[in-house]
């Protein structure tokens, strides 16, 4: 099968055979990342434009290597420092970017949706959503899914356990699809006020006992608490929440030894997760962000035409 893609806006929109390919193409694409010259020609030509309304570190950072590594030009956006502030809409500042001729938008926005929008509006520039709103993440669940498939040789019939605020986290539905979509079991834990009710109807199992969630688990993804998404108070105090939903140190010793631990990042520590947690022989959280750098090569690469 090739890959036929112009977009890519979310994992419900990609079957089976278009992850693997997109699995395995990342797999060749971390090889060049350990040569001496980490560079080969294959976007020479294209324009990348990094479009971020909101802030990013990982993943602005990743597509912007990954462009540099396949040898595009990429070109950085925000919101602050454009047209932007003086009025000027998404759209417009979408089709002034593809009267330049530029070949792909990689697109972070606040708004559900926005990336999809400039999908159908567009008519030469490809769009690769790099997170919008509460929806989408896809290029962090494609690395995740490269973290796990490379620490336990595959995906299907795992034990994967999503753990946090699932309410407001892209990471979370984007896991929830690709994962379940890739075979796994998933369970989703957290206080009740942030697991949105209806979820088990995208194939996961929900405790709100973390306990329950973490103690057989091949996989433990913890979720940063999404201060800026959430208007009201979900938990009566951070504390609380650390005791009751954390990955605390004594609920470190209670999961698998065999059981890797997973963070999309940034980390609260402390928070959702403890120091000790984030950094022991379990962690992959860094793995992550490496497999970052390769996801996206893959994706640029295989949206530019493969
Ligand atoms: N995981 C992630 O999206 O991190 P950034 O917000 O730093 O890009």
């Given at each position: 099968m090739s890959f036929k893609k112009k977009h890519i806006l979310d994992m419900a929109s990609l079957c089976v055979d278009e992850v693997n390919i997109i699995l395995n193409t990342a797999e060749m694409m971390k090889e060049i990342s350990k040569r001496h010259i980490k560079k080969v020609p294959t976007l020479r030509g294209k324009t990348i434009v990094l479009f971020f309304y909101e802030p990013s570190t990982r993943t602005r950072t990743s597509f912007d290597i990954a462009t540099k590594r396949l040898s595009g030009d990429s070109i950085s956006i925000s919101a602050n420092s454009s047209s932007i502030v003086k009025g000027e809409t998404l759209i417009d500042t979408a089709r002034n970017i593809e009267a330049m001729n530029c070949d792909i938008i990689v697109l972070r926005h606040p708004c559900s949706g926005a990336p999809h929008m400039l999908a159908k509006l567009l008519k030469n520039t490809s769009v690769i959503n790099a997170g919008d709103g509460m929806h989408a993440h896809p290029s962090q669940s494609l690395l995740d899914l490269m973290t796990v498939k490379e620490n336990k040789g595959s995906i299907k019939g795992l034990r994967v356990a999503i753990i946090g605020d699932i309410a407001h986290s892209r990471v979370a539905m984007s896991n929830i699809t690709g994962f379940t979509k890739m075979g796994a079991d998933v369970?989703?834990?957290?206080?009740?006020?942030?697991?949105?009710?209806?979820?088990?109807?995208?194939?996961?199992?929900?405790?709100?006992?973390?306990?329950?969630?973490?103690?057989?688990?091949?996989?433990?993804?913890?979720?940063?608490?999404?201060?800026?998404?959430?208007?009201?108070?979900?938990?009566?105090t951070e504390r609380e929440y650390s005791k009751v939903y954390g990955l605390t140190n004594k609920r470190l010793e209670k999961i698998s030894k065999d059981a890797i631990i997973m963070h999309p990042g940034p980390i609260n520590k402390g928070l959702e997760i403890s120091a000790e947690a984030a950094e022991c022989f379990q962690t992959r959280i860094l793995n992550q962000v490496t497999n970052g750098v390769a996801v996206r090569m893959a994706l640029l690469y295989l949206v530019a035409g493969g």
């Open positions: 369970i989703v834990a957290g206080p009740p006020t942030m697991i949105p009710s209806g979820i088990e109807t995208f194939g996961v199992s929900v405790t709100y006992n973390i306990d329950e969630a973490i103690c057989s688990a091949d996989v433990i993804i913890m979720l940063r608490i999404q201060k800026e998404r959430q208007e009201d108070f979900f938990f009566p």
